[in-house]
Structure formats: structure tokens, C-alpha cells
């Protein structure tokens, strides 16, 4: 899994449980967990890190994510409140593509591409 756009950020809450999750930025310059579904977000915490510590983020190129329902090969992604990802309806922000497909609560592949709003 090469080719990844990475940043490092403090991470403003405890985040050792939300590796492989989606995380933004906040109003204080640091990172912390997606919590609006359908919304954008930063990237994929890539470490665990706890409150103050540096977090790796993926903002670009295939990671590995942890999904919040069935996903399925090849379908285009959104975020659900807690981090996770699900397929994306119209009016939602398209992170990116699932690579592979895995059943919810389990990890997969995911291509971020920050597609924009699905139509």
C-alpha cells in the first residue's frame, strides 16, 4: 500500500480506538473523530494516538477502513457518525471507493478519492 498522502496532526481527543477511522480537522488545529454522517472529513487515522499525541492521517491513496454496514467491492463511500463507512446516497460526500468488500465491523480497502457530493 504505497503511493498514500500522509499528515501528521495532534490529535485533540483520545483516538487509540479509532484507528482506520475517519477523522477531520477541528476549530483548534488538530484532529478528531468524523462524527456527521454523510459529511467530508480529513483522512484515515492511520496509528493510535491519545490526546496531545501526533496522528497520522491518510488523505489520499488506498488505507485500510473499517466498515459501519456491508460493503461491497467497486460502490462509492460516505462516512457514518462514528467513523466507519457505508455506501453513499444522493446528497452525501463521496470519500471514496471501496477496493474490496467485507461484511460491517470488519475491515476493508478503500481508495480515498474526496469525490465530492454524490447527485
Do not use: W
Request: hydrophobic share 35%; proline share 2%.
Amino acid at each position: 500500500m504505497s503511493d498514500k498522502t500522509m499528515i501528521t496532526m495532534i490529535a485533540n481527543e483520545d483516538l487509540d480506538t479509532a484507528q482506520y477511522k475517519l477523522v477531520n480537522v477541528d476549530g483548534d488545529n488538530g484532529v478528531k473523530l468524523r462524527v456527521a454522517a454523510g459529511a467530508p472529513g480529513l483522512g484515515i487515522l492511520d496509528n493510535k494516538p491519545k490526546s496531545g499525541e501526533g496522528a497520522t492521517v491518510i488523505t489520499q491513496g488506498v488505507t485500510r477502513a473499517f466498515a459501519g454496514a456491508t460493503v461491497t467491492a467497486g460502490q462509492f463511500l460516505t462516512s457514518t457518525a462514528s467513523g466507519t463507512f457505508t455506501n453513499a446516497t444522493s446528497g452525501q460526500y463521496i470519500m471514496g471507493k471501496s477496493i474490496t468488500g467485507c461484511a460491517s465491523g470488519s475491515l476493508f480497502l478503500l481508495d480515498i478519492q474526496h469525490n465530492g457530493y454524490k447527485g
